[in-house]
């Protein structure tokens, strides 16, 4: 593609000087002389006649030149006339043409020094040079133009107006801030002086008040005494409820195991499992509470008033102060919706594992109890196309505008699947070497992970593996997978935590997850979206996993997380046994 565009570019350098060197000789020339021949040809020492003509490039083509014009990504939105109606001379539009026109165009690219930024993608906003293009930006990928091609009214134009108002709107921001600033250096020294008249004021009221506070420090005890025995009972509520939990847990297995219900009694002992475990670790919690109270003298008032029987403060030596906020809220959801994708084919409540928006109103979901991946309508919310599969999918991935591919992780394999006009067909299927659990594809490179052991593996669409990234300290049970260009996200389900992995292996960092990381997104601005199902919430993370917070609290057991750009909504699902939940796709959307 490089020594294409190269020889575009030569094409048009040439065609710059060719109108100069012949139009003297025009008025002498021989009858063969005057008929029209293909430019492109004729300098690399063929003649061959023309067959159409570019208005851009300025150049007479002949058949082939001018149908390989009509396709390469450079040219193919150049204004061409036919053999009708191109011009029968070189110099028939010398006075509409400016054959000394040349580009403007000597920015460097940041990233390849030696080149010139040309082009520009409108998918991800970023001015390119040729290489850029090759390497980062191909066709099937992007949509790149040349800039001179869509820069002719840019002269004057409201995008040119709208960015001097914006560039003056923060300009003028700034300069208010600094105002601002020196306001608030003055009210700094005028409260110091304040905190100074206070000080005096205190001096004086301290043996007034001294009975006062030794009341207070009473009544502070006794409320604590209080607190504690409120606790104290609350604590034994929920040991209650705990058992309760346990013995429900145990009567439904003895039922299942007596009726021989095989599947639901073995769905049912992996979620006692979990549900054992929980308890255990909220009867640790809930029994921890062993709290002790220590008076603490204030030294200030015992050397002020020279007595040893100084009234203090009383604290909690268990309480540990709330850390701030370390991302800045960006996003306000602003009203939560749903949308149903329960179906007639469906044997169980659904467990959504996974999903990706195909298109900006199809989303795919693969459905892990039902063994089955559904095309759901966003703008009618509906569930327009149901692909019934041989085992349980966990994770999918869109590979082509036409294709995607899911993970079986029970079965070992990697099923391909096509999609047109929003239906589902299943294509070839890809045997792994393990227990495979999430997927991720950039540039037609799959990103797999496996567990036990635990590893990350690249593979091509030949299904050759490229690399192998093995766990050791990296990961001990990866599950889902995100992909960009430079990075590769996981999730760790035994480590508790994301990482961000170069594509070389190298781990660029991590964020550690208080409870069970399921589920991750990226957004549009390169953050991380992670569901952490036990602790019921959805935290977003720096896309350098180095600082997170609480996005959304009280879920129902959050599951899978899907960001839309376009229309700045986040959509997640539940599984939490609950039918009010489970069969549903929550929504959030935000301003």
């Not at 105002?179 to 001096?203: E, F, H, P, Q, W």
């Not at 327009?384 to 999918?393: A, F, I, S, V």
């Not at 992670?530 to 602790?535: E, F, M, Q, S, W």
Request: glycine share 4%.
């Amino acid at each position: 593609m490089a020594e294409k565009k190269k020889s575009l570019s030569k094409k048009l350098t040439a065609s710059k000087s060719l109108s100069s060197s012949t139009s003297s000789t025009f008025s002498t020339a021989s009858d063969e002389d005057l008929k029209v021949y293909c430019q492109s040809c004729v300098r690399e020492g063929a003649k061959l006649p023309a067959h159409g003509y570019c208005t851009v490039c300025k150049e007479h083509l002949c058949k082939t030149c001018f149908n390989v014009h009509k396709k390469h990504k450079l040219s193919r939105h150049h204004t061409l006339l036919d053999a009708k109606r191109m011009p029968i001379s070189l110099n028939q539009f010398s006075a509409s043409i400016n054959i000394s026109q040349h580009y403007d165009l000597t920015q460097p690219c940041t990233m390849h020094s030696k080149e010139k930024i040309k082009y520009y993608c409108h998918d991800h906003k970023e001015l390119l040079c040729s290489v850029c293009v090759t390497l980062k930006h191909p066709n099937t990928v992007c949509e790149v133009n040349y800039i001179p091609d869509i820069s002719s009214n840019i002269i004057d134009s409201k995008e040119y107006q709208d960015m001097l108002k914006a560039i003056k709107t923060t300009a003028d921001e700034c300069r208010n801030k600094v105002k601002d600033i020196r306001g608030m250096t003055g009210k700094s020294n005028n409260s110091l002086k304040d905190v100074l008249a206070d000080i005096k004021k205190y001096r004086q009221e301290i043996n007034q008040i001294l009975d006062e506070l030794e009341k207070q420090a009473e009544d502070i005890a006794k409320l604590a005494e209080q607190d504690d025995e409120k606790s104290l009972k609350a604590v034994v509520t929920s040991l209650d409820d705990l058992t309760k939990t346990l013995e429900t847990s145990s009567d439904t297995l003895k039922q299942l195991n007596t009726s021989k219900q095989a599947d639901k009694l073995f769905l049912e002992l992996k979620l006692a499992e979990k549900t054992k475990k929980d308890v255990e670790e909220n009867m640790l919690k809930l029994t921890s509470h062993d709290v002790k109270y220590i008076f603490n003298p204030n030294k200030a008032i015992l050397t002020l008033l020279k007595k040893e029987k100084s009234l203090g403060s009383l604290t909690q030596r268990y309480k540990k102060s709330l850390s701030k906020s370390v991302l800045k809220k960006s996003r306000q959801a602003s009203h939560q919706s749903t949308l149903c994708v329960k179906t007639p084919k469906d044997k169980y409540e659904c467990l959504v594992s996974a999903m990706i928006f195909f298109t900006p109103d199809c989303l795919i979901i693969s459905d892990y109890l039902n063994k089955a991946l559904k095309v759901v309508d966003t703008s009618t919310k509906s569930v327009t196309d149901q692909l019934q599969l041989d085992g349980k999918p966990w994770d999918i991935t869109k590979i082509t505008n036409t294709e995607l591919a899911v993970t079986f992780s029970l079965k070992q394999t990697i099923q391909f699947i096509s999609i047109s006009n929003n239906k589902l067909r299943k294509n070839r299927t890809l045997k792994v070497d393990g227990v495979c659990h999430g997927v991720g594809c950039y540039l037609g490179k799959l990103v797999v992970s496996f567990c036990d052991p635990a590893k990350v593996q690249i593979i091509d669409m030949n299904d050759t593996v490229l690399s192998t990234i093995d766990g050791e300290t990296k990961f001990k049970n990866p599950q889902h997978i995100l992909t960009n260009s430079h990075s590769i996200y996981v999730s760790d389900l035994e480590l508790r935590r994301v990482v961000q992995l170069s594509w070389q292996g190298k781990m660029n960092g991590s964020y550690g997850v208080q409870g069970n990381p399921c589920g991750i997104a990226l957004s549009d601005d390169g953050t991380v979206f992670v569901c952490d199902d036990k602790r019921n919430v959805i935290e977003e993370i720096s896309g350098d996993c180095s600082k997170g917070e609480v996005l959304h609290e009280d879920l129902k057991s959050p599951q899978a997380v899907c960001w839309h750009s376009e229309t700045r909504m986040l959509y997640y699902s539940c599984y939490c046994h609950d039918e009010c939940y489970d069969n549903y796709i929550h929504i959030y959307k935000y301003s």
